[in-house]
């Protein structure tokens, strides 16, 4: 191979351009001073009548002419006619001036051309190809094959031998200087391509460098927010299914703690006066001193959470030693950053989230974005626990409610009907002997028991089936006496009412005094349980009128 090391392409074209401008620069300067050469040359050939000689000079000459000034000609084409020009004058000058003349200098250029032009590969046959060339001709003189040149004196006194020498010294002279000369040119070029080319390359790795940190970076920050966002939506799941508030703020300050590797986390809760935010969830050790001290901080005072209860809104401190509006807590020495998050929905204040990290600048606005996220539902859930605890309350009373409404209805029907028992005896029976009983209480929905009902055999096994049959016959009779009760209790009220409106028609249309208070008492003593009835007026007092008393006459 001609090279040990592969160029690559743009290496490649820089090298042949170099090799073209030496090759033009080779052709004109052999063109220009091979005239003068060519002149003294073909003067001395006519005097000696060396025909041939001329004819093979003219030859040369026009030959280098056109490929000088036809650049059409392949790059191939017109250096191996530079070297074969190089290469023929070498035998032509040692024939005619031997070892005093210029065939070593041609063919020393023969060898430094074919390097230049062509590669080490090219100069390395041609210096083989020389050192032949040399060897053959030295063995021609040596064996009279070739005739001796004329006598030393008489060539130097020869004028065309000095101007051949002189021509090809100069020649060799001018094309080593312009070559070395583009080929300096030529490395510097290269040299200062290869600087930049390494300048950009350090600038490309440097921007790669950088651009891979930005995108660890980001990947770390988007891990962050993924972690972020799962965890969000651990405490939306936690919120949906904790209904104690006590239980679902503890959980909630664990999960948070947890995931977003925090120091500490605490939950605060407003008082029904809003003047205090008291502790009421709090992670590790801290906390449960805290709460076990009532830690409690002013709404609005000179605390980032009673700033954030009373402003509603976030505060964030990337350096607690420079926050002016903050409580030192010594339960928390290692806090570096904080964060402030207000519980509310609209305008209601519910309490805030205190944040806080062992690191400084731990927070920034997407950390505050999704952690208020947070705030909002757990503001809700806690909105939603209260609203279920005055449901629970409220229902808890209706149903209390209820239960005395039905117990006085009943006590009232066993009083108004004092035959609420019936009994029914199977003839097919035991009539006598010992027996067993079972009693199935009468069970409203409420477990509010009505009745019983007592069943006598006379064995005592029953039967799974046996026992939920009863049970649940007895469950229904219970709901039928009570739809009972209430139908009939409708129908009393309807026709208590019913009552009223004819006795308020019957007011309306009597106008005489003694008449409408004859028609009162009357009407009142048909009530059940009414014997006597009398109306005393007297004149009316500011004072509150007193409600029905029930007197014993004597």
Same mark, same amino acid.
């Given at each position: 191979?001609? +090279?040990?090391?592969?160029?690559?392409?743009?290496?490649?074209?820089?090298?042949?351009?170099?090799?073209?401008?030496?090759?033009?620069?080779?052709? $004109?300067?052999?063109?220009?001073?091979?005239?003068?050469? $060519?002149? *003294?040359?073909?003067?001395a050939?006519?005097? +000696?009548? +060396?025909?041939?000689?001329?004819?093979?000079?003219?030859?040369? $000459?026009?030959?280098?002419?056109?490929?000088?000034?036809?650049?059409?000609?392949?790059?191939?084409?017109?250096?191996?006619?530079?070297?074969?020009?190089?290469?023929?004058?070498?035998?032509?000058?040692?024939?005619?001036? &031997?070892?005093?003349?210029? &065939?070593?200098?041609?063919?020393?250029?023969?060898?430094?051309?074919?390097?230049i032009?062509?590669?080490?590969?090219?100069?390395?046959?041609?210096?083989?190809?020389?050192?032949?060339?040399?060897l *053959?001709?030295? !063995?021609?003189?040596?064996?009279? =094959?070739?005739?001796?040149?004329?006598?030393?004196?008489?060539?130097?006194?020869?004028?065309?031998?000095?101007?051949?020498t002189?021509?090809? =010294?100069?020649?060799?002279?001018?094309?080593?200087?312009?070559?070395?000369? $583009?080929?300096? !040119?030529?490395?510097?070029?290269?040299?200062?391509?290869?600087?930049?080319?390494?300048?950009?390359?350090?600038?490309?790795?440097?921007?790669?460098?950088?651009?891979?940190?930005?995108?660890?970076?980001?990947?770390?920050?988007?891990?962050?927010?993924?972690? !972020?966002?799962?965890?969000?939506?651990?405490?939306?799941?936690?919120?949906?299914?904790i209904?104690?508030?006590?239980?679902?703020?503890?959980?909630?300050?664990?999960?948070m703690?947890?995931?977003?590797?925090?120091?500490?986390?605490? *939950?605060?809760?407003?008082?029904?006066?809003?003047?205090?935010?008291?502790?009421?969830?709090?992670?590790?050790?801290?906390?449960?001193?805290?709460?076990?001290?009532?830690?409690?901080?002013?709404?609005?005072?000179?605390?980032?959470?009673?700033?954030?209860?009373?402003?509603?809104?976030?505060?964030?401190?990337?350096?607690?030693?420079?926050?002016?509006?903050?409580?030192?807590?010594?339960?928390?020495?290692?806090?570096?950053?904080?964060?402030?998050?207000p519980?509310?929905?609209?305008?209601?204040?519910?309490?805030?989230?205190?944040?806080?990290?062992?690191?400084?600048?731990?927070?920034?606005?997407?950390?505050?974005?999704?952690?208020? &996220?947070?705030?909002?539902?757990?503001?809700?859930?806690?909105?939603?626990?209260?609203?279920?605890? !005055?449901?629970?309350?409220?229902?808890?009373?209706?149903?209390?409610? +209820?239960?005395q409404?039905?117990?006085?209805?009943?006590?009232?029907?066993?009083?108004?009907?004092?035959?609420?028992?019936?009994?029914?005896?199977?003839?097919?029976?035991?009539?006598? &002997?010992?027996?067993?009983?079972?009693? *199935?209480?009468?069970?409203?929905?409420?477990?509010?028991?009505?009745?019983?009902?007592?069943?006598?055999?006379?064995s005592?096994?029953?039967?799974?089936?046996?026992?939920?049959?009863?049970?649940?016959?007895?469950n229904?009779?219970?709901?039928?006496?009570?739809?009972?009760?209430?139908?009939?209790?409708?129908?009393?009220?309807?026709?208590?009412?019913?009552?009223?409106?004819?006795?308020?028609?019957?007011?309306?249309?009597?106008?005489?005094?003694?008449?409408?208070?004859?028609?009162?008492?009357?009407?009142?003593?048909?009530?059940?349980?009414?014997?006597?009835?009398?109306?005393?007026?007297?004149?009316?007092?500011?004072?509150?009128a007193?409600?029905?008393?029930?007197?014993?006459?004597?």
């Amino acid at each position: 191979m001609e +090279n040990r090391t592969a160029l690559s392409p743009f290496h490649v074209d820089r090298v042949q351009e170099w090799r073209e401008r030496i090759l033009q620069t080779l052709l $004109y300067v052999l063109l220009g001073v091979g005239l003068a050469m $060519y002149i *003294v040359n073909v003067i001395a050939f006519v005097r +000696n009548e +060396n025909w041939l000689t001329i004819v093979f000079v003219t030859l040369a $000459y026009v030959l280098v002419a056109v490929v000088t000034f036809v650049r059409r000609i392949p790059y191939l084409a017109r250096a191996a006619t530079v070297l074969l020009v190089a290469y023929l004058l070498a035998p032509l000058s040692l024939n005619l001036y &031997g070892l005093g003349g210029d &065939g070593r200098v041609w063919l020393l250029f023969f060898v430094i051309f074919a390097a230049i032009l062509f590669g080490r590969r090219v100069a390395t046959g041609a210096l083989v190809l020389s050192a032949i060339t040399y060897l *053959v001709i030295a !063995q021609f003189f040596a064996s009279g =094959m070739w005739p001796a040149p004329v006598d030393a004196l008489t060539r130097d006194a020869n004028f065309s031998s000095w101007v051949n020498t002189g021509v090809a =010294m100069l020649f060799v002279a001018l094309v080593l200087t312009f070559s070395i000369g $583009y080929l300096v !040119q030529g490395f510097n070029r290269t040299i200062n391509d290869l600087e930049q080319t390494l300048a950009a390359e350090r600038q490309l790795a440097t921007d790669l460098n950088r651009e891979q940190t930005e995108l660890a970076d980001r990947s770390a920050d988007l891990e962050r927010r993924v972690g !972020q966002i799962r965890t969000a939506a651990e405490i939306s799941r936690a919120i949906g299914t904790i209904l104690d508030p006590q239980e679902l703020l503890q959980r909630v300050a664990e999960l948070m703690l947890n995931r977003f590797e925090l120091y500490y986390v605490g *939950v605060f809760t407003v008082d029904e006066r809003g003047r205090y935010a008291s502790l009421t969830a709090g992670t590790g050790e801290a906390g449960q001193k805290m709460m076990a001290e009532n830690h409690r901080l002013s709404v609005g005072g000179s605390s980032m959470v009673g700033w954030a209860t009373a402003n509603r809104q976030a505060r964030i401190a990337l350096d607690v030693g420079q926050e002016a509006i903050r409580f030192r807590n010594p339960h928390l020495p290692l806090t570096r950053s904080e964060l402030a998050l207000p519980l509310a929905i609209g305008n209601n204040i519910l309490g805030a989230l205190s944040i806080q990290s062992s690191l400084p600048e731990a927070f920034d606005q997407d950390d505050v974005t999704v952690l208020q &996220g947070i705030a909002d539902s757990l503001a809700i859930a806690l909105e939603n626990a209260r609203l279920f605890q !005055q449901i629970e309350a409220s229902l808890s009373e209706i149903r209390q409610l +209820n239960r005395q409404y039905v117990e006085g209805s009943w006590t009232t029907l066993a009083e108004e009907q004092s035959a609420l028992n019936v009994t029914f005896e199977n003839p097919a029976g035991n009539k006598g &002997g010992s027996g067993f009983s079972l009693n *199935v209480p009468l069970t409203l929905r409420d477990e509010q028991v009505i009745g019983n009902i007592t069943l006598e055999t006379d064995s005592s096994n029953w039967s799974s089936e046996e026992l939920e049959f009863i049970e649940a016959v007895g469950n229904q009779a219970a709901l039928a006496l009570e739809s009972a009760r209430l139908l009939e209790d409708t129908q009393r009220r309807a026709e208590r009412e019913q009552a009223l409106n004819d006795l308020t028609s019957r007011f309306a249309r009597t106008l005489d005094f003694e008449s409408l208070m004859q028609t009162v008492v009357r009407e009142l003593g048909k009530l059940p349980r009414v014997s006597e009835v009398s109306i005393h007026v007297v004149p009316p007092t500011d004072s509150p009128a007193p409600e029905p008393v029930a007197e014993v006459e004597e």
